[in-house]
């Protein structure tokens, strides 16, 4: 194995390791880090929640549990993100790495936000350290897509689910049952809820469907660290929501919030971020409400299930002329089975 191709081969795991901070960190991104001695792992961590430490200072102290810092000088430091320069919640990672005198750091992403961007790297350069950036530079990316579009737009990150039949419809016959998409779906999207602060949905869905919009059985185990989702119910009307919904009558009754009458939804999205830290939400609505943000430009990530089922209906007032401005087109899209339904999932680009 060449140089290269070991340090792609540690940073997939400190990208592994960010990936359990998914849905935990807002308004921080997650990160990831493995310190490396001679093809060893002495010590890894990642970001577990904002105010707690940094990966770096976690993947150190688990160095330190372990006996080897004495190893640290002569170890490489691998980090899906450009290591914080200034004091923020906590104190600087570049003094932490500076301190314990690695030999080497590598980091995946630059850091998207503007006091700690492009900082680092001259830092440790000149405390004696060698920094190599951009290792996995795109997957570092993904890791923290609404983590920089919080930083550059501040607003919430927007994915849009939407589970439809073979011929495009959302809803089924009422005679059947309301889901068309099978368990290892609907799991999956319980997983997407508990990597978002918040559930969106109209006032429509809950009149009609009277959905929980709360993790209960995700397909992958949720951290003890992790809250129920903000519920955001988007309505005409307030009055309008039923006061027996499970929205408002259950345990996490206080995590539901109902908007009145909103015109404007980037100024929600930026709302949300700004007042309640919601980082990416999670937008499961009919077709009306999913129309709104397409228009908007403010769909961000697309999941869409296709349920192997045809059901010749159609969904009124949705269908027929009223086609986007600009289309939403999905960059590079992944294709997943879930039993068998199959998930269409990519970042979107207006054009
Ligand atoms: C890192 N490692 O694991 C994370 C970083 O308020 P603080 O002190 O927690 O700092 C938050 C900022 O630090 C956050 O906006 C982002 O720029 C960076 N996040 N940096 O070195 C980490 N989570
Ligand atoms: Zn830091």
């Given at each position: 194995m060449n140089a290269e191709d070991r340090d792609a081969r540690w940073m997939k795991l400190a990208i592994e390791l960010a990936g359990k901070g998914l849905g935990l960190t807002s308004p921080n991104p997650c990160v990831g880090a493995v310190i490396v001695h001679k093809d060893q792992i002495i010590g890894s961590g990642f970001h577990e929640k904002a105010g707690l430490p940094h990966a770096e200072r976690n993947a150190i102290a688990d160095g330190i549990a372990k006996g080897n810092v004495g190893l640290f000088p002569d170890s490489t430091l691998y980090v899906t993100l450009e290591p914080c320069s200034t004091t923020g919640k906590t104190p600087p990672c570049t003094e932490a790495i500076i301190k314990h005198g690695f030999k080497r750091v590598v980091y995946g992403s630059e850091d998207p936000n503007p006091g700690h961007k492009g900082i680092a790297a001259e830092i440790l350069k000149n405390a004696g350290i060698k920094v190599t950036r951009g290792v996995l530079e795109k997957e570092c990316d993904f890791l923290i897509r609404a983590f920089r579009l919080n930083m550059m737009e501040?607003?919430?990150?927007?994915?849009?689910?939407?589970?439809?039949?073979?011929?495009g419809h959302i809803s089924r016959s009422p005679e059947r049952s309301q889901w068309l998409t099978g368990k290892a779906a609907r799991s999956f999207v319980h997983t997407l809820r508990s990597e978002c602060e918040a559930v969106m949905t109209g006032g429509n869905t809950v009149r009609m469907d009277n959905p929980s919009l709360t993790i209960r059985n995700p397909e992958k185990p949720v951290s003890p660290l992790k809250e129920q989702p903000w519920r955001i119910i988007l309505t005409r009307n307030a009055a309008s929501i039923p006061k027996n919904s499970i929205c408002l009558t259950d345990e996490f009754r206080d995590r539901t919030l109902i908007v009145e009458n909103v015109s404007n939804y980037l100024e929600l999205l930026q709302n949300l971020y700004t007042e309640r830290k919601i980082?990416?939400?999670?937008l499961e609505s009919g077709g009306v409400l999913m129309k709104e943000f397409l228009k908007a430009g403010l769909v961000d990530e697309w999941v869409g299930?296709?349920?192997?089922v045809i059901t010749g209906g159609g969904v009124d007032g949705v269908e027929g002329g009223d086609f986007l401005e600009r289309e939403a087109h999905l960059v590079k899209p992944s294709a997943k089975m879930f039993g068998d339904d199959v998930c269409i999932r990519g970042e979107v680009r207006y054009q």
């Amino acid at each position: 194995m060449n140089a290269e191709d070991r340090d792609a081969r540690w940073m997939k795991l400190a990208i592994e390791l960010a990936g359990k901070g998914l849905g935990l960190t807002s308004p921080n991104p997650c990160v990831g880090a493995v310190i490396v001695h001679k093809d060893q792992i002495i010590g890894s961590g990642f970001h577990e929640k904002a105010g707690l430490p940094h990966a770096e200072r976690n993947a150190i102290a688990d160095g330190i549990a372990k006996g080897n810092v004495g190893l640290f000088p002569d170890s490489t430091l691998y980090v899906t993100l450009e290591p914080c320069s200034t004091t923020g919640k906590t104190p600087p990672c570049t003094e932490a790495i500076i301190k314990h005198g690695f030999k080497r750091v590598v980091y995946g992403s630059e850091d998207p936000n503007p006091g700690h961007k492009g900082i680092a790297a001259e830092i440790l350069k000149n405390a004696g350290i060698k920094v190599t950036r951009g290792v996995l530079e795109k997957e570092c990316d993904f890791l923290i897509r609404a983590f920089r579009l919080n930083m550059m737009e501040g607003r919430s990150w927007v994915i849009a689910k939407s589970a439809m039949s073979l011929d495009g419809h959302i809803s089924r016959s009422p005679e059947r049952s309301q889901w068309l998409t099978g368990k290892a779906a609907r799991s999956f999207v319980h997983t997407l809820r508990s990597e978002c602060e918040a559930v969106m949905t109209g006032g429509n869905t809950v009149r009609m469907d009277n959905p929980s919009l709360t993790i209960r059985n995700p397909e992958k185990p949720v951290s003890p660290l992790k809250e129920q989702p903000w519920r955001i119910i988007l309505t005409r009307n307030a009055a309008s929501i039923p006061k027996n919904s499970i929205c408002l009558t259950d345990e996490f009754r206080d995590r539901t919030l109902i908007v009145e009458n909103v015109s404007n939804y980037l100024e929600l999205l930026q709302n949300l971020y700004t007042e309640r830290k919601i980082s990416s939400l999670l937008l499961e609505s009919g077709g009306v409400l999913m129309k709104e943000f397409l228009k908007a430009g403010l769909v961000d990530e697309w999941v869409g299930f296709y349920a192997p089922v045809i059901t010749g209906g159609g969904v009124d007032g949705v269908e027929g002329g009223d086609f986007l401005e600009r289309e939403a087109h999905l960059v590079k899209p992944s294709a997943k089975m879930f039993g068998d339904d199959v998930c269409i999932r990519g970042e979107v680009r207006y054009q």
